[in-house]
């Protein structure tokens, strides 16, 4: 048994929520905020036999795209206090960040 923790922006989530529902692959979604871009992720929670591991990276590899996005850089100051202008940075966002655990145990109540 392992347990799969995928971690997708809120853009793809309905997206791979779906992709799993279809496959038969059983999730608990958490919401949750990334520290980069502070912006919305969703977090799946996959316990899954280790045979099925493959077909489950599978499903998330196809269900979370990467893509390209704008975000506003932050105000600095320098030493002379003159603040510089913000401007646009171009950065990729989406995809999926995968952890692949162990579970030693597994009990339903």
Do not use: C, W
Request: glycine share 6%.
């Amino acid at each position: 048994m392992k347990l799969i923790i995928a971690i997708v922006q809120d853009q793809d989530k309905t997206i791979l929520g779906n992709a799993l529902f279809d496959a038969n692959i059983r999730a608990t979604k958490l919401s949750s905020t990334g520290s980069f871009l502070r912006s919305g992720n969703t977090t799946f929670l996959i316990g899954i036999e280790e045979e099925r591991v493959d077909e489950v990276l599978e499903v998330i590899k196809a269900s979370s795209q990467s893509r390209e996005q704008y975000i506003s850089s932050p105000v600095n100051l320098d030493v002379t206090l003159d603040v510089s202008a913000s401007y646009p940075v171009k950065v990729e966002v989406g995809g999926a960040t995968v952890f692949v655990l162990p579970i030693d145990q597994f009990l339903q109540f």
